[in-house]
């Protein structure tokens, strides 16, 4: 019996151990390259990086924005006088996605991928550059996520020629490196070299976290540690076609059938095709100017998706995805479109204009087909502008050839009736008669259009932490729009240009009902439910007014809660836990507490762009067992190993294990995660005794990764917990 006990604590400790091998991933391997291995003084050249990427994994690349959770693709170069940057990262072949998870499009590499980034060669001799490369791996497998940091050197590369006279030395950031608040911009490399250790920040805007300076000595430049941090976020060179396209194309679409239910374009239908049925000289050229009369509308509005593309280029597109005042001003241009659409006012074009255009139709012939089209466009304006805006707004956030492909999907559409009614005119019969439906039809266009507009707020809001418009508000509006379109639906008030409603139709009554069903999915949202159909709309769950977890467990600490004797938790003013949980984002804080009030310690390696972690907090932290665990029996600290704030200088180190400064709070983390546990896969669930050292040998259970079952969720804190009071016990 007494050797059978002697064997418990062994076992234990051999189980431990398992638990922490074979956990050290490396899906991505990096290697580094030069476009050519010889140079001369003032030319360009690029330095390449090429990934091999494990099974089932993807790289993040570079072209996306940075604050939507993934890292970037980032490098960070020492600094030469030998050498300049030109322009930013380049991601070549790295494929678009909506995340459903963070809200918005990201790009990663499958398999391979390759990532160049332009340089100046400014002086003769052997060239060796060294960068930091920062990037982050995942699954979709079981959603684990991996942050990577590697030390790449492009080199050796032979420059010839005269060096350039002193005065002609380049000392300043790169022409047309763009400064988007969103996105750091690429600087080019000075000739001035800082004593050791000095750093070079890159401009960016203060709403954004500073990039993690990198450590490791240049073995090229003598005594010089300076670094430039050059965020990657320059549009890719050569996106691959996605899913993202066929979605834009089919809402596109979807939105082009709406534009034709509209007061200004649907009388139009019988009255057009008539003209080329019984204005032509037979059927067949009736035939034909009506196709051509499609044809000359796609055309029309294509060329418009085309110019909004070249008149803003990748970087303006860029530009509205990311920066606070284009989303502001798409904000301000759909409320008054949809007020438009309410009746408020009627937009409309200079009538000169469109008497202009309406002459050159008259004229008959091809010619005059081309312009009856370009008048139908101009003249249906009021309706369909604000339709047309939307989509270019919707597509110009995904850039490349977004716009074209939104405008092909509307044209096609709004274009396809007249195309098909004059192949077959018996259909004209069938149409229904123009009437108040079809106002009813822009007024519902216009809450939509409403509701629309506050996703770019939010987008705006979100990226600058302006807080107008958090989650319950956004909700609360959408609610209430919803609400109302069903009570217009039903008949319960009446708009300008409404007519009589003497009775309600079938499709009156249904699409009141979806209105209705609409609001009612949201009103879950109030009180914490993911939404997950709107994902990609609503804001991320934060605080939540109304949560019912927020009631029971408020996020203040109050004098019976576990925080109440201990200290302000440091990075509490930006960071906090699901569900109102008290605790820390500091380790040696969250153990000063666990030591004073005699509990276990919680540590959650989480980060910001973890899949899984997100869907364990919100299905099994929220688990009422859990949750009263968690909330009573533990003292819970959420390290982020990917969070980019600055450490204060007192704090920064270098690692023992792979000699690297660690100079953000990420960094501590993911180094305090592989140092002490051998693990860099996020969520890890450790439980430990705060006396003890933050290591594998010394953990309460074995650790945790991602287990979506609550019950085996709480048998690991019940096993944790009963070991930590044997342990007390015993002292």
């Not at 091998?21 to 290697?31: D, E, F, G, I, N």
């Not at 000289?281 to 509005?301: D, H, P, T, V």
């Not at 909004?308 to 502001?328: E, K, M, Q």
């Not at 009437?435 to 770019?456: C, I, Q, R, S």
Request: net charge neutral.
């Amino acid at each position: 019996m007494i050797r059978r006990l002697f064997l418990v604590p062994v076992l234990l400790a051999l189980l431990i151990s398992l638990a922490g091998t074979a956990q050290v991933l490396t899906p991505t391997k990096l290697s580094a390259s030069l476009s050519q291995p010889s140079a001369r003084v003032g030319e360009e050249l690029d330095l390449i990086v090429t990934a091999r990427i494990d099974d089932k994994w993807h790289l993040y690349a570079t072209n996306f924005d940075p604050d939507l959770g993934p890292t970037v693709f980032t490098f960070t170069f020492v600094k030469s006088p030998a050498y300049q940057l030109v322009g930013a990262p380049k991601s070549i072949g790295a494929q678009k996605h909506y995340d459903d998870v963070f809200k918005g499009d990201v790009t990663y590499f499958e398999k391979t991928g390759q990532i160049r980034q332009r340089i100046r060669v400014l002086q003769p001799g052997a060239l060796t550059i060294q960068a930091e490369a920062e990037f982050q791996s995942c699954t979709d497998v079981d959603g684990r996520c991996i942050p990577g940091e590697e030390t790449l050197r492009f080199g050796p590369l032979e420059v010839t020629g005269p060096a350039p006279a002193p005065a002609a030395t380049p000392a300043a950031p790169a022409t047309g490196s763009t400064t988007t608040p969103t996105t750091a911009a690429p600087v080019a490399v000075g000739p001035t070299a800082g004593p050791t250790g000095a750093r070079d920040t890159v401009a960016a805007p203060a709403a954004l976290p500073s990039a993690a300076p990198a450590a490791g000595a240049s073995e090229g430049a003598a005594g010089s540690a300076a670094v430039v941090s050059a965020a990657a976020t320059a549009p890719a060179a050569a996106a691959t076609a996605d899913s993202g396209l066929l979605s834009l194309a089919i809402v596109a679409f979807l939105s082009g059938l709406s534009g034709l239910l509209t007061p200004c374009v649907f009388p139009l239908i019988p009255m057009t095709v008539s003209i080329f049925t019984k204005g032509s000289a037979n059927r067949r050229q009736g035939i034909l100017k009506a196709l051509f009369y499609g044809f000359s509308i796609i055309f029309i509005y294509v060329v418009l998706g085309l110019l909004t593309t070249v008149l803003l280029g990748a970087d303006g597109l860029n530009l509205i995805s990311t920066h606070w005042l284009p989303n502001l001003i798409f904000f301000a241009v759909f409320v008054v479109f949809g007020l438009s659409f309410l009746g408020l006012f009627e937009i409309t074009l200079p009538n000169g204009m469109v008497n202009k255009i309406d002459a050159q139709a008259d004229k008959g012939g091809w010619a005059g087909v081309f312009f009856m089209a370009l008048t139908l466009v101009v003249v249906s304006f009021s309706c369909t502008g604000p339709i047309v805006g939307t989509i270019l707004a919707m597509a110009a956030h995904g850039g490349g050839i977004q716009p074209v492909v939104g405008m092909f999907g509307f044209s096609l559409a709004f274009a396809l009736p007249f195309m098909l009614f004059a192949l077959f005119p018996a259909w004209l019969k069938s149409l229904p008669s123009s009437g108040g439906w079809l106002n009813t039809v822009k007024v519902t266009l216009g809450f939509v259009e409403l509701m629309l507009a506050l996703k770019f707020l939010s987008m705006a809001d979100l990226a600058y932490h302006w807080n107008l418009l958090p989650r319950d508000i956004y909700l609360v509006l959408w609610i209430a729009l919803s609400g109302l379109l069903g009570l217009y639906l039903l008949g319960r008030f009446r708009l300008s240009h409404d007519s009589e409603l003497t009775h309600l139709s079938v499709g009156r009554l249904l699409m009141a009902v979806l209105s209705f069903s609409f609001m009612t999915y949201l009103v879950p949202g109030l009180f914490g439910a993911p939404l997950p159909l709107l994902a990609g709309y609503l804001p991320p769950q934060s605080r939540a007014d109304f949560s019912v977890a927020t009631a029971t467990a408020p996020a203040v600490a109050t004098a019976t809660e576990p925080n109440a004797a201990c200290e302000t938790p440091r990075y509490g003013d930006f960071l906090e836990l699901p569900h109102g949980l008290p605790g820390f984002f500091d380790l040696e804080q969250a153990q000063r507490c666990a030591r004073a009030q005699n509990k276990p310690l919680f540590i959650d390696f989480t980060g910001h762009a973890c899949v899984n972690c997100r869907k364990m907090e919100a299905s099994v932290w929220s688990d009422p067992q859990v949750l009263r665990r968690l909330r009573d029996e533990f003292v819970v600290v959420a390290l982020y190993v990917d969070d980019k704030t600055d450490l204060p200088a007192n704090e920064v180190y270098v690692s023992k294990s792979d000699g690297k400064e660690k100079a953000t709070l990420g960094k501590k983390n993911a180094d305090l995660q592989l140092t002490g546990f051998n693990v860099n896969a996020q969520p890890y669930y450790v439980l430990l005794d705060p006396n003890a050292p933050a290591d594998l040998a010394h953990v309460l259970a074995p650790p945790l990764g991602y287990e979506p079952n609550a019950a085996e969720f709480v048998r690991f804190l019940d096993a944790g917990l009963a070991r930590y009071r044997q342990q007390v016990a015993a002292r």
